[in-house]
């Protein structure tokens, strides 16, 4: 594939050291920055241009109308929406940008972008949830309407010994997999659970905070 990547900081950067361990791609890096430039070139077998992205002539320099996709990394959505503008009207059929703020969201929509949430925003939101519900050990959003999450059975858990269809599980909220001992087990509803136990949960959103309590209760 030939990938062009607007931005070399720290996003753009590991971006480009995973495209290169996967594949024989042809991966061109552009930044404003001369240092990132030269670290993107010392390190890596990447053409990197220090040259500024908006400018239609730097797209026309990485030979963007070649690319099969090109993802824009910077931290400023007004430099990535006007990098993906100018590749879309040069004919780049697959455009993807990290998103900084969620008002951005509709305008990068309107030019048929891929999304992918800033990172900062992604761990602000765990952090969040970590907060809000502390028993959660990870998440994982599905779309818009639901979520993945991974809960323990603590050795004074109400829920110890009791099978899936005991435990009086919210509606719309599906117990996927249980961890127990190494063991990694796709439950039927008369699987028990254990103190020690690590159960995945698929629910709706409007049913995380019903399921968390649930698996807080205490013997």
Same mark, same amino acid.
């Given at each position: 594939?030939?990938?062009?990547? @607007? !931005?070399? !900081?720290?996003?753009?950067?590991?971006?480009? %050291?995973?495209?290169?361990?996967?594949? #024989?791609? #042809?991966?061109?890096?552009?930044?404003?920055?001369?240092?990132?430039? %030269?670290?993107?070139?010392?390190?890596? *077998?990447?053409?990197?241009?220090?040259?500024?992205?908006?400018?239609? *002539?730097?797209?026309?320099? &990485?030979?963007?109308?070649?690319?099969?996709?090109? $993802?824009?990394?910077?931290?400023?959505?007004?430099?990535?929406?006007?990098?993906?503008?100018?590749?879309? #009207?040069?004919?780049?059929?697959?455009?993807? &940008?990290?998103?900084?703020?969620?008002?951005?969201?509709?305008?990068?929509?309107?030019?048929? /972008?891929?999304? @992918?949430?800033?990172?900062?925003?992604?761990?602000?939101?765990?952090?969040?949830?970590?907060? =809000?519900?502390?028993?959660?050990?990870?998440?994982?959003?599905?779309?818009?309407?639901?979520? +993945?999450?991974?809960?323990? +059975? #603590?050795?004074?858990? =109400?829920? &110890? !010994?009791?099978?899936?269809?005991?435990? !009086?599980?919210?509606?719309?909220?599906?117990?996927?997999? $249980?961890?127990?001992?190494?063991?990694?087990?796709?439950?039927?509803? *008369?699987?028990?659970?254990? &103190?020690?136990?690590?159960?995945? @949960?698929?629910?709706?959103?409007?049913? /995380?905070?019903? /399921?968390?309590?649930?698996?807080?209760?205490? =013997?």
């Amino acid at each position: 594939m030939y990938i062009v990547i @607007v !931005g070399a !900081g720290g996003i753009g950067k590991r971006l480009t %050291e995973l495209t290169l361990k996967d594949g #024989n791609h #042809n991966v061109i890096v552009i930044d404003k920055d001369q240092a990132r430039c %030269e670290e993107i070139a010392r390190k890596y *077998d990447a053409v990197a241009i220090n040259a500024d992205a908006t400018q239609e *002539d730097t797209l026309d320099e &990485s030979e963007v109308k070649k690319a099969d996709v090109l $993802v824009t990394t910077t931290d400023d959505d007004a430099t990535n929406l006007m990098v993906v503008s100018l590749a879309k #009207n040069k004919g780049v059929k697959h455009l993807i &940008s990290v998103v900084n703020q969620e008002e951005s969201k509709p305008m990068y929509m309107e030019k048929g /972008v891929k999304m @992918v949430k800033s990172p900062n925003i992604v761990m602000a939101e765990h952090l969040y949830k970590s907060i =809000k519900h502390p028993t959660v050990e990870e998440y994982m959003n599905v779309g818009v309407y639901a979520e +993945i999450f991974r809960l323990p +059975i #603590n050795s004074n858990s =109400k829920l &110890s !010994g009791k099978t899936i269809t005991d435990i !009086g599980l919210p509606k719309k909220s599906l117990i996927v997999a $249980v961890e127990r001992d190494r063991k990694f087990i796709i439950p039927t509803d *008369d699987i028990e659970l254990f &103190s020690g136990d690590k159960v995945t @949960v698929l629910a709706h959103k409007d049913q /995380v905070n019903r /399921v968390a309590a649930l698996f807080s209760e205490q =013997k």
